[in-house]
């Protein structure tokens, strides 16, 4: 049999919801005809997408890349058919946390100037891509090594990184510190969308204790709650200040590149003059809170 776009669907609500069952609920469809669906898909590729011998449904590996592939096909679909972008094509740029920094807003300000014609949407998605591989936005600004296969990527600028730690525990009183200087306690990692990794530290230093959260938000309140430290970048201090959490310069790591990156495959066409324009604001003279250029 042909494969539609309702087999994407089922399979994509199946990986969302770990069970079809609740994809089935989800899409107004009985469970045998999601079942028979995902049973099509995998005919058709000649692959398992799914783990059925564990309790909960899991993607196999397979399953895991053409759930991007997927995604991204009802997305592009779902956008043709949008009447409202006929007239004008939105060129949407995803970001996990913290945008461009100190540049975000003077980049938005240029853009509508000089190409009005082209409404640019900024779009905080919690996914290491942003987005962009899932086909949800055309341009991501990413931190750290970019390794997704598809996408093409450009420096815009590097930047230190930092410590936040509790507002009122002992760290927050020194001016500066070190990457050991964080291993006494468990380091909050953002597993979902952030930066930083326990490969950050030096193998004789690396911290034993971790606590896992999804996003920037549940990153600051645990830290806040004096659960753990964390590591991040200058921008983030300038974008996400909270009254619980104290940033400090972390004077022996390495600097974060920050990346423009899109799908080699069809971009939109405006992504040319958004990396332009975001090379040419990320060299004007320094802002406050300025991350360091290359």
Known sequence: MSIELRHLRCFLAIAEESSVTRAAARLHLTQPAVSRALAALEKHLGTR??????????????????????????????????????????????????????????????????????????LRIDDRTAGLTRGEVDAAVLRGPVNTPGLVTELLFTEPRVAAVTADGPLASRPSLTLADLTSGPVILNTVSGLTNLDLWPPRIRPTATLTVANTDDWLTAIAAGRGVGVSVASTALMHPHLGVVYRPLSDAPPAPVVLAWRASAPHPAVGQLAALAREVAAEPSRSSMPERE
């Open 49 to 122: 997408l799914v783990d059925r011998s564990t309790h909960h449904l899991v993607l196999t590996a397979e399953g895991h890349v053409f759930r991007d592939k997927a995604a991204a096909a009802v997305a592009a679909f779902d956008e043709a058919l949008d009447a409202a972008r006929l007239r004008r094509w939105p060129l949407r740029l995803g970001h996990a946390w913290s945008a461009l920094g100190p540049y975000t807003t003077p980049l938005l300000r240029r853009w509508e100037q000089e190409h009005p014609d082209t409404p640019l949407e900024l």
